[in-house]
């Protein structure tokens, strides 16, 4: 079955910029959706964006101006940026891929997050 | 923004009783295709999420038929008809109408 590795620096500085990768391994990374999630420390989830393997992305509005989610299908990877971090940008960050249900009556489908990796800790400090 | 909020938020639970948590939306998650956006994800201990419900009451594969989603425009319910020990962990419910947003959580635990 299809699984999820995120891959990644630890330990990032103030002011610079966090950049994941997601290996996709088990499948290919065509005809889904793929997203980052995060977790700060002994808090909840929060979502972060989601791309589609055609490359058309959608980011959390709180994030917007400093995320970018870009795929690679030779690679059967995603990666995700996030420039300027702080301390408040010390998380768990995972990625999942986006499953998806027909919805009767309708062309388009439905995208719920149904593989998930096992996360990679990043902490921002000098 | 769509704002989600959960009670209770730390649920203790005797196995074999039902447990049940509670998602409210600031505003409805009914789509006009007539489905209404709403997930619950389960996070046990040391693990990554995984998905339970999908569209309020779809169970995810593989997830026991003792858990079942319901509900309708801003609120919604996660129900476990009967708790088992594997069940620890805590409960997010998740908007999907307008971007993604979760609740606080809830954890629940074994008395």
């Known amino acids: 079955q299809v699984q999820l590795q995120e891959s990644g620096p630890g330990l990032v500085k103030p002011s610079e910029t966090l950049s994941l990768t997601c290996t996709v391994s088990?499948?290919?990374?065509?005809?889904?959706?793929w997203s980052w999630i995060r977790q700060p420390p002994g808090k909840g989830l929060e979502w972060i964006g989601y791309i589609h393997y055609s490359g058309s992305t959608q980011y959390n509005p709180s994030l917007k101006s400093r995320v970018t989610i870009s795929v690679d299908s030779s690679k059967n990877q995603f990666s995700l940026m996030l420039t300027s971090v702080t301390a408040a940008d010390t998380a768990v960050y995972y990625c999942a891929r986006l499953n998806y249900e027909t919805l009767a009556g309708y062309s388009n489908n439905y995208h719920y997050m149904g593989v998930w990796g096992k996360g990679t800790t990043v902490t921002v400090s000098s | 923004d769509i704002v989600v909020t959960q009670s209770p938020l730390s649920l203790p639970v005797t196995p074999g009783e039902p447990a049940s948590i509670s998602c409210r939306s600031s505003q409805s998650l009914l789509h006009s295709n007539g489905y209404t956006y709403l997930d619950w994800y389960l996070q046990k201990p040391g693990q990554s999420p995984q998905v339970l419900i999908y569209l309020t009451s779809n169970r995810a594969s593989g997830v026991p038929d003792r858990f079942s989603g319901s509900g309708s425009g801003t609120d919604f319910t996660l129900k476990i008809s009967r708790v088992e020990a594997e069940d620890v962990g805590v409960y997010y419910c998740m908007q999907s109408l307008q971007s993604r947003t979760f609740g606080q959580g809830t954890k629940l635990e074994i008395k």
């Open positions: 088990g499948g290919s990374i065509s005809s889904y959706y």
